[in-house]
T-cell receptor
Framework: GDSVTQMEGPVTLSEEAFLTINCTYTATGYPSLFWYVQYPGEGLQLLLKATKADDKGSNKGFEATYRKETTSFHLEKGSVQVSDSAVYFCALAQAGTALIFGKGTTLSVSS | DADVTQTPRNRITKTGKRIMLECSQTKGHDRMYWYRQDPGLGLRLIYYSFDVKDINKGEISDGYSVSRQAQAKFSLSLESAIPNQTALYFC????????????FGSGTRLTVV
């Protein structure tokens, strides 16, 4: 079945460092891809999404590009802030099914 | 008020007890979902419902049951709670016309002792 694999954490960075969190997927057909973020003590919020190959999702300085040839959707940010500390989930969905999540990557940013 | 409300927010229960987690939404969405979050395992799908008369098992439905009482209400029951059901449970909703626009509740932290 469909699945999502993302890099294990925790990822620990200093403020203003460059962030990459890797995500690859296995799916039949052409899924939509997502990044969700969970801040401490809260539920999940959609960070960005891409619905077809070569689409780039972006929000709050974060970006991810849907790469069909490498089945990847890596999350990047050029300069992280302490407020970006959270758990990040890569996910996929296809029409008629529910969201499938990766295991999550914890990001900790220090000042 | 939150768009997706889960009750209770926290619950401690004993092994063998029956417990119900409730979810209600004001989004007007037709689709509702229950996920479970465990450290290092991400979110795993327990059950989902695409409308009031539709109930589907997810990846980890054993030991759980659900009831879709109305379009806005979707309850998750543990018939006989066991300690490895200790987890953070999330309800989510989406709309058929926008299947990718999920809204999540704030979660219910369940501890089974």
């Amino acid at each position: 079945g469909d699945s999502v694999t993302q890099m294990e954490g925790p990822v620990t960075l200093s403020e203003e460092a460059f962030l990459t969190i890797n995500c690859t997927y296995t799916a039949t057909g052409y899924p939509s891809l997502f990044w969700y973020v969970q801040y401490p003590g809260e539920g999940l919020q959609l960070l960005l999404k891409a619905t077809k190959a070569d689409d780039k999702g972006s929000n709050k300085g974060f970006e991810a590009t849907y790469r069909k040839e490498t089945t990847s959707f890596h999350l990047e940010k050029g300069s992280v802030q302490v407020s970006d500390s959270a758990v990040y989930f890569c996910a996929l969905a296809q029409a008629g099914t529910a969201l499938i999540f990766g295991k999550g990557t914890t990001l900790s940013v220090s000042s | 008020d939150a768009d997706v409300t889960q009750t209770p927010r926290n619950r401690i229960t004993k092994t063998g007890k029956r417990i119900m987690l409730e979810c209600s939404q004001t989004k007007g969405h037709d689709r509702m979902y229950w996920y479970r979050q465990d450290p290092g395992l991400g979110l795993r799908l327990i059950y989902y419902s695409f409308d009031v008369k539709d109930i589907n098992k997810g990846e980890i439905s054993d030991g759980y049951s659900v009831s879709r009482q109305a379009q806005a209400k979707f309850s998750l029951s543990l018939e006989s709670a066991i300690p490895n059901q200790t987890a953070l449970y999330f309800c989510a909703t989406s709309r058929q016309g926008d299947p990718y626009g999920y809204t999540f509740g704030s979660g219910t932290r369940l501890t089974v002792v």
